[in-house]
């Protein structure tokens, strides 16, 4: 880890994010581990909150820490492909993908991909796109037929992570994957961030979304949940929907090395460095 000076530190930090006095206490906590951050929801489409983002994981960066970035990008897909007249079908909240769609997706993507690298770049922090057409490390094979082109990991080329971030750069992903015929699909961007931090043993998976975090029955924050209170909270139906899938992925990498898992709100200024460097933590911290 870097040797940071308060000085220092007082100018890598943002004014309203952890303070100094915090953030020294956590510098050494994540020294050399892999700290895998999936970004959807609002952080991708609301300019501010994206700005703030990846301000963030530029300062991650300039703190010596480093971090992985898997981006979604279901809603830019969406506004796409209605804007082409292609209807967005889904089954449990897996977009079915035939061959024009996978084609609208994977250029969406890559866009996105880049105007990510972009922005850091802006920030002074050096990136390297991580998709399909470059870079690829996701081997896949076809989640099912009814679904298209939609893809289930099968493997990660963890030596291209490897080179990226001994170079001081931070990955980004795009969750797409090829096949053994190198056909493209779609992966969901959870699935993709969790096979990924699972693979690579990461410290910490991240996960920004559109919702604080896990809630009781009154709406309040559940600060931390193991598996057995997950069930009783689907059993008694407090997590509901679509956030049954997100959470079982979430403890089932939890369960496989990956020591903290936590789902945290991406509408809040600076919620990844208050989840990581500050005492309170930010969102619902899932253990095994």
Do not use: W
């Amino acid at each position: 880890m870097l040797d940071i000076k308060e000085e220092e530190l007082k100018t890598i930090l943002p004014l309203d994010g952890p303070s100094t006095e915090e953030v020294k206490k956590y510098l050494e906590k994540y020294n050399d581990e892999y700290i895998v951050i999936k970004c959807g929801g609002s952080v991708l489409i609301d300019q501010n909150l994206f700005d703030i983002f990846i301000q963030d994981i530029s300062t991650l960066n300039k703190l010596g820490f480093t971090p992985i970035i898997v981006h979604g990008g279901g809603k830019r897909i969406s506004n796409k492909l209605n804007e082409i007249g292609l209807e967005s079908k889904f089954i449990k909240g897996l977009r079915v993908t035939d061959k024009e769609t996978i084609k609208v997706v994977e250029k969406v993507l890559i866009d996105f991909n880049k105007e990510i690298i972009n922005a850091l770049d802006k920030q002074n922090c050096e990136s390297q796109s991580i998709n399909s057409k470059e870079n690829n490390i996701l081997t896949v094979i076809q989640e099912n037929e009814e679904l298209g082109f939609v893809g289930s990991p099968t493997n990660v080329d963890q030596s291209i992570i490897d080179k990226i971030i001994a170079d001081k750069k931070v990955p980004i992903i795009a969750p797409l994957g090829l096949d053994k015929n190198d056909q493209t699909y779609n992966v969901n961007a959870d699935t993709a961030a969790g096979y990924i931090a699972k693979i690579i043993n990461a410290r910490r998976l991240i996960i920004l979304s559109d919702v604080e975090g896990v809630l009781d029955k009154n709406k309040n924050l559940i600060p931390e949940i193991n598996s057995e209170s997950i069930k009783d909270l689907i059993d008694n139906e407090t997590i509901t929907g679509g956030m049954i899938p997100k959470i079982n992925n979430c403890l089932d990498v939890a369960s496989n090395g990956v020591k903290g898992v936590v789902i945290i709100d991406g509408r809040k200024n600076h919620s990844v460095l208050f989840e990581l460097l500050s005492d309170g933590g930010s969102g619902t911290l899932i253990r095994q």
